[in-house]
């Protein structure tokens, strides 16, 4: 492998979605971080509902931009805030409140979500958040929990309403809908699929997506498709005179 091919290898994919869904999930994730964070503050305090709101905006930013993908479903994000919370909580109970346990705290609620299938990064900085939190946090004690919940939920709800006002399925279910190849007799043998196909399926489907299984075999029988319009244009333009 020379250097260019190498270094070529930091550098990022190109981007195959419009300005205009950069756009909604940006305003999605402004708005949604900005009324779970409001809500909760009226419930439990401003410096209470501050102290969550780095993780609820990275949680945004999933449950917004790349909302397909699996990890930024209903179920990755209250589970995961539930795991991450009990964690914390329990680890700042025995071990204090010390830069170590945060750590722990946040490895202990990977392996617990991975286990209950609900992993959301944006859990692991909520842990170390509780672990090291502020005076008023540390005073709600176990009620911290309904701080927790009250964000994520508020968050969840938002992003359910605005993802599919904006013409975003949400949630994303286990089976997609197939996409319908396209069969001639005179097609000829199934052409392999190009990085052209692939770049032509992902400007269709006009969204960030995180790979999950389901949405990987949409996108390729999406690719197959323009292959095989692109094999029968070849077919066709070889016996034109």
């Given at each position: 492998m020379d250097s260019s091919s190498m270094f070529a290898r930091w550098f990022p994919a190109a981007i195959n979605t419009r300005p205009t869904e950069w756009s909604r999930a940006a305003i999605g994730m402004a708005l949604g971080t900005l009324f779970s964070v409001w809500l909760c503050a009226q419930v439990f305090g401003m410096e209470v509902a501050l102290h969550l709101l780095g993780p609820l905006g990275a949680s945004a930013v999933l449950l917004f931009a790349v909302s397909s993908g699996a990890l930024a479903q209903p179920w990755s994000i209250i589970g995961s805030y539930v795991c991450a919370g009990v964690v914390a909580l329990l680890v700042a109970r025995v071990l204090g409140r010390t830069l170590g346990s945060a750590c722990l705290a946040?490895?202990?609620?990977?392996?617990?979500?991975?286990?209950l299938r609900c992993l959301h990064p944006p859990a692991g900085g909520l842990a170390m958040t509780l672990v090291l939190a502020d005076p008023a946090s540390v005073a709600l004690g176990w009620q911290e929990m309904g701080a927790v919940l009250l964000g994520a939920g508020t968050l969840l709800v938002f992003a359910l309403a605005y993802n599919n006002a904006t013409r975003?399925?949400?949630p994303k279910g286990v089976?997609?809908?197939?996409?319908?190849?396209?069969?001639?007799?005179?097609a000829g043998p199934?052409?392999?699929v190009t990085a052209a196909d692939l770049k032509l399926a992902l400007a269709e489907m006009e969204q960030f997506y995180d790979i999950a299984p389901t949405e990987l075999e949409q996108l390729i029988h999406a690719a197959e498709t323009h292959a095989r319009r692109r094999s029968i244009g070849e077919v066709l333009a070889g016996r034109m005179p």
């Open positions: 946040a490895g202990m609620a990977v392996i617990l979500m991975c286990w975003t399925r949400y089976a997609e809908a197939s996409v319908t190849i396209l069969n001639s007799p005179n199934d052409p392999a």
